[in-house]
Nanobody, 127 residues
Framework: QVQPVESGGGLVQAGGSLRLSCAHSARTFTAYPMGWFRQAPGQDREIVAAISRFGTTTYYADSVKGRFTISRDNAKNTLDLQMNGLKPGDTAMYYC????????????????????WGQGTQVTVAS
């Protein structure tokens, strides 16, 4: 398996919570930077959150800061996104992305900086 696989999406009421998970490949014993992106219909794909190789540094889009938490477990090759206080504006397809290069403990926020993408999991927040 090279392509990440997302799970955990669904329909939730505004103010509710969801936890997205991403199972990614154990291509080598090296951990790679990862991120969560989302894309709503008619809009460009945007960064939601990103995390460095060993999870020491993280990034959040202003729109989700304080509500979402990104985390990873390198022993299990998983990446999670805990989403609390969901809003209708969070409705989108959410994608897990993994970079194939390592060059330090950095996060990456641009989609072209990632090399492997999952198929996405739909999150719908009802008002």
């Amino acid at each position: 398996q090279v392509q990440p696989v997302e799970s955990g999406g669904g329909l939730v009421q505004a103010g509710g919570s969801l936890r997205l998970s991403c199972a990614h490949s154990a291509r080598t014993f090296t951990a790679y930077p990862m991120g969560w992106f989302r894309q709503a219909p008619g809009q460009d794909r945007e960064i939601v959150a990103a995390i460095s190789r060993f999870g020491t540094t993280t990034y959040y889009a202003d729109s989700v800061k304080g509500r979402f938490t990104i985390s990873r477990d390198n022993a299990k090759n998983t990446l999670d996104l805990q989403m609390n206080g969901l809003k209708p504006g969070d409705t989108a397809m959410y994608y897990c992305a993994e970079r194939s290069e390592t060059d330090g403990e950095y996060y990456y926020t641009r989609s072209y900086e990632y090399h492997y993408w999952g198929q996405g999991t739909q999150v719908t927040v009802a008002s």
